[in-house]
């Protein structure tokens, strides 16, 4: 193992290689170390650009702590390659802006990490793209992320357990979680109220099973991962593979049915989940992460089923949502009877969706909508699922019913009323016609090949277009902005994609 010396030494002499980085950032990788200035522990670059050869970043936690500060000169870090240590010592990633997690990062030992964005500058984040995650063998490390200390967990009991004694700390999960050891669960594994905040650091919640067999309730049921979040926040998580089954309601409950979210009352930003009627008083809302959410829930996706039979609302993604969902997504088949709002990511939401989508296919009866059963505000949003009616209300490819502005968004899937109103190619119902611009639908794959029925109950909806499909893929729809969305042949069929979140 190379010394500090030594290694600075390396460092200078690497300096003269020519850096192959598209843009500013100190880049951790296997390329060769260069750009970089290493002392005493603490490495800074020297250049806009420069690279940390992960081998060399090894070698030094294995003697003592290592601190990356990207500086205003690079401003972001970026981790290109995985990062392992079984060493004692803490990693920490200061960056002046963001920090890109796009490769593993592994403290196989007693280590610590430390992330630290806006170190100086402002509007940065962390994300886990792609590969990304962060991850931990000893649940005793430590983990800090600006500035606040986090508890590591591993498994959903020790997670309940810990949400128990104190369910407005700040958690983590340390690794993928397969939760198919655990059965099939009647209710939510997290049953108390939770304020704090769940970092999912990337990694994935697997085979989680719920089926709700309580009928006859006698109170509020919330139905989820976590029963209710009232204040706290949830990210950067995966579920995969998961079951929700809502089960038949009994009359005079409420049930909601999501495959992330109940309801969101709060915000939403990270999250990746995989694969009945009113009554006097009583509510039950049922997500495969949370059953009512008044927290925040972002950067996350879902994959798998859910289902539920008079119900007041299910989603792909959410049952309802009060709070902003953000850079999120559903690949959720959506399925319901008796239902008042169904959506391939939201059943119903009051507040935002911006910069997200839905693949999944959404039956359902009530109002239905490829992304969205019941919008307040979507923004840069789109849906792609088959939206099948059957009941007595509206359809559409993107939303069944909206209240407020919809912007640069679109829909692809084919529309088809079983029963009902009426269907749109992008909307069912509109109840607010000023309120809508530069969205489209796709007049060919909709099977709505009618220009004027881009709204259900309003023919030539102004803001509303259709489009071919060879009109989607010849360009970027007009209005799109080409810092959030981008399109490539091969990528997403063509169709405009989110850069923040492309197709997976």
Not at 114 to 136: H, V
Not at 481 to 486: K, P, V
């Amino acid at each position: 193992m190379r010394s500090t010396q030594l290694f600075a030494l390396a460092v200078t002499a690497a300096a003269l290689l020519v850096t192959t980085s598209t843009r500013a950032a100190v880049k951790i990788s296997s390329k060769p170390t260069h750009n970089m200035n290493c002392s005493a522990g603490v490495c800074t670059p020297t250049a806009k650009k420069a690279v940390l050869n992960v081998n060399d970043l090894a070698a030094m936690l294995g003697s003592g702590d290592v601190k990356i500060s990207s500086g205003s000169l690079a401003q972001d870090i970026e981790i290109d390659s995985a990062v392992i240590w079984a060493s004692g010592q803490t990693l920490t990633l200061d960056a002046y802006h963001s920090i890109a997690f796009n490769s593993p990062l592994s403290v196989t030992g007693q280590g610590g990490l430390t992330i630290t964005t806006n170190g100086g500058g402002s509007g940065g984040d962390f994300r886990f793209n792609d590969k990304g995650q962060a991850q931990f063998w000893d649940m005793n490390s430590s983990l800090i992320i600006n500035g606040n200390s986090y508890i590591l967990v591993n498994t959903l009991g020790q997670l309940a357990a810990d949400v128990n004694r104190n369910a407005t700390a700040r958690y983590a999960l340390a690794a993928n979680l397969d939760a198919s050891i655990d059965g099939t669960y009647d209710e939510a594994p997290i049953t108390k109220i939770f304020g704090g905040t769940f970092e999912g650091l990337g990694n994935s919640i697997s085979n989680l099973t719920i089926v709700s067999r309580r009928h006859r309730r006698t109170q509020d049921s919330m139905v989820g991962l976590f029963a209710e979040i009232y204040g706290g926040s949830v990210r950067d998580l995966a579920m995969i593979s998961t079951t929700v089954d809502g089960g038949d309601g009994y009359s005079n409950i409420v049930l909601l049915v999501g495959t992330l979210a109940g309801i969101n009352e709060g915000s939403v930003a990270f999250v990746r989940a995989d694969d009945s009627a009113v009554s006097a008083g009583l509510d039950a809302r049922v997500g495969g992460l949370v059953g009512r959410n008044g927290g925040r829930i972002a950067y996350s996706s879902a994959r798998g089923t859910v289902s539920g039979t008079r119900s007041n609302a299910i989603g792909g993604l959410a049952g309802e949502s009060q709070g902003p969902i953000e850079t999120s997504s559903a690949e959720v088949s959506v399925s319901g009877t008796s239902v008042d709002w169904a959506g391939g990511l939201v059943g119903a939401s009051s507040l935002t969706i911006d910069r997200s989508y839905a693949t999944g296919s959404v039956t359902s009866d009530g109002f239905v909508g490829g992304l969205v059963g019941e919008a307040m505000t979507v923004s840069n949003s789109y849906a792609t699922g088959a939206v099948t009616s059957k009941g007595s209300d509206y359809a559409g490819g993107l939303i069944g019913r909206y209240y407020g502005p919809v912007s640069t968004s679109y829909s692809t899937g084919k529309v088809t009323l079983v029963s009902g109103e009426a269907a749109g190619g992008l909307i069912g119902f509109d109840s607010n016609v000023s309120a809508i611009a530069n969205c489209y639908w796709d007049l060919d794959s909709s099977g709505i090949d009618d220009p004027a029925q881009g709204a259900g109950n309003v023919q030539n909806d102004p803001g509303i277009k259709g489009l071919t499909t060879a009109q989607f893929d010849d360009k970027l729809p007009k209005g799109f902005d080409r810092n959030i969305w981008r399109e490539k042949a091969g990528v997403n069929n063509g169709y405009p994609y989110l850069i923040d979140l492309p197709p997976g």
